[in-house]
């Protein structure tokens, strides 16, 4: 099979197409034919060598979604067929012909959506759910902040909070993608580099601020953040892309007893995702696709991973970028 490997670390140039064994599905795994695998920031910090894939998968491919059919099972598999098509969330090797997935981290397809465009939806989409509902206890009226509102993770999390019944404000960075935010259901979106989010925001609520805030940025942003939170608010972190250090008024901490957190979802276990899939296909899924659609910005030929990953790091995109395997159905070799 065709895969996009790292052939060493460094910038986009690294990212080479070369030939693969197809690997083989083991106990309770799928081997899925990828039709389109997703291009996200983690990606591009394994390519960096920042983040390193965890034991057992294959450590210079990177992606960690897919979409596609799936052509093999492994014994005790029990919630797919053979020709079943699906989009996963996978520990990494997306960027491949093939690749092998936990049956637990796959899903259906969702409602008006085709297989390629499936591809763009289980990182951000897990990585949302685990860390708006399940670690930052979401509720229907409350307000969030979702920094980098025009990202792969931002366009998800302003429409799902959305149609689960939240306020969305959103950051982004530049008066297009403010646009775009605001398009997709954000009742405020600030251009950063214009504006004081945390000024804005205070003067659009009162003063009462926000009760749960995503961000991705990190650094100063973080005292930011926690000036902006209402009492019991909520702060997740899922990236810092600002620098890893912030400064915390712990005074302010203390007085409105907020709570500060973060994860990271890669290392998490098979049953954890397992439990994540299962409330996207009961909870999320039915909303599409009158409530939630898949936003891609472009995709691009397999072969073409380094420009994906020139894009992403232009930070130019609003939404998803896309990895098209175009032999995806072609008859194979007997």
């Given at each position: 099979?065709?895969?996009?490997?790292?052939?060493?670390?460094?910038?986009?140039?690294?990212?080479?197409?070369?030939?693969?064994?197809?690997?083989?599905?083991?106990?309770?795994?799928?081997?899925?034919?990828?039709?389109?695998?997703?291009?996200?920031?983690?990606?591009?910090?394994?390519?960096?060598?920042?983040?390193?894939?965890?034991?057992?998968?294959?450590?210079?491919?990177?992606?960690?979604?897919?979409?596609?059919?799936?052509?093999?099972?492994?014994?005790?598999?029990?919630?797919?067929?053979?020709?079943?098509?699906?989009?996963?969330?996978?520990?990494?090797?997306?960027?491949?012909?093939?690749?092998?997935?936990?049956?637990?981290?796959?899903?259906?397809?969702?409602?008006?959506?085709?297989?390629?465009?499936?591809?763009?939806?289980?990182?951000?989409?897990?990585?949302?759910?685990?860390?708006?509902?399940?670690?930052?206890?979401?509720?229907?009226?409350?307000?969030?902040?979702?920094?980098?509102?025009?990202?792969?993770?931002?366009?998800?999390?302003?429409?799902?909070?959305?149609?689960?019944?939240?306020?969305?404000?959103?950051t982004a960075g530049s008066s297009e993608k403010?646009?775009?935010?605001?398009?997709?259901?954000?009742?405020?979106?600030?251009?950063?580099?214009?504006?004081?989010?945390?000024?804005?925001?205070?003067?659009?609520?009162?003063?009462?601020?926000?009760?749960?805030?995503?961000?991705?940025?990190?650094?100063?942003?973080?005292?930011?953040?926690?000036?902006?939170?209402?009492?019991?608010?909520?702060?997740?972190?899922?990236?810092?892309?600002?620098?890893?250090?912030?400064?915390?008024?712990?005074?302010?901490?203390?007085?409105?007893?907020?709570?500060?957190?973060?994860?990271?979802?890669?290392?998490?276990?098979?049953?954890?995702?397992?439990?994540?899939?299962?409330?996207?296909?009961?909870?999320?899924?039915?909303?599409?696709?009158?409530?939630?659609?898949?936003?891609?910005?472009?995709?691009?030929?397999?072969?073409?991973?380094?420009?994906?990953?020139?894009?992403?790091?232009?930070?130019?995109?609003?939404?998803?970028?896309?990895l098209i395997n175009e032999r995806y159905g072609?008859?194979?070799?007997?």
């Amino acid at each position: 099979m065709r895969a996009i490997c790292i052939s060493e670390y460094g910038d986009p140039g690294v990212l080479v197409c070369s030939e693969r064994p197809t690997p083989l599905p083991g106990p309770h795994e799928v081997l899925i034919e990828t039709a389109a695998a997703g291009v996200n920031r983690p990606d591009v910090a394994q390519r960096k060598g920042n983040y390193p894939a965890p034991a057992g998968v294959a450590a210079d491919i990177p992606g960690l979604e897919v979409s596609g059919r799936i052509v093999a099972i492994g014994e005790d598999v029990k919630l797919w067929e053979i020709g079943d098509e699906v989009c996963a969330l996978v520990a990494g090797a997306g960027y491949a012909e093939f690749v092998v997935c936990p049956e637990e981290q796959c899903l259906v397809i969702p409602e008006g959506i085709s297989v390629t465009q499936a591809a763009s939806l289980p990182e951000t989409f897990f990585t949302v759910w685990n860390n708006v509902f399940d670690i930052g206890r979401f509720h229907p009226g409350e307000r969030v902040l979702v920094h980098g509102g025009s990202s792969g993770i931002g366009v998800s999390a302003i429409q799902i909070i959305k149609a689960m019944g939240g306020i969305v404000f959103a950051t982004a960075g530049s008066s297009e993608k403010c646009a775009a935010c605001q398009d997709l259901g954000a009742e405020l979106a600030i251009n950063y580099k214009e504006a004081d989010f945390e000024k804005t925001i205070n003067q659009h609520t009162s003063g009462q601020g926000v009760d749960l805030v995503l961000d991705m940025v990190g650094g100063d942003y973080t005292n930011r953040n926690i000036n902006l939170l209402a009492p019991m608010g909520r702060l997740v972190i899922i990236n810092a892309m600002r620098g890893r250090m912030g400064s915390v008024d712990l005074i302010q901490v203390m007085k409105k007893r907020l709570t500060i957190t973060g994860s990271t979802l890669r290392p998490q276990s098979i049953a954890y995702k397992g439990t994540i899939a299962k409330a996207l296909m009961s909870k999320i899924w039915p909303l599409f696709p009158e409530k939630i659609k898949p936003v891609i910005y472009r995709t691009f030929a397999l072969e073409d991973a380094a420009k994906a990953h020139e894009l992403m790091e232009s930070s130019d995109h609003i939404g998803k970028i896309l990895l098209i395997n175009e032999r995806y159905g072609e008859p194979k070799p007997s």
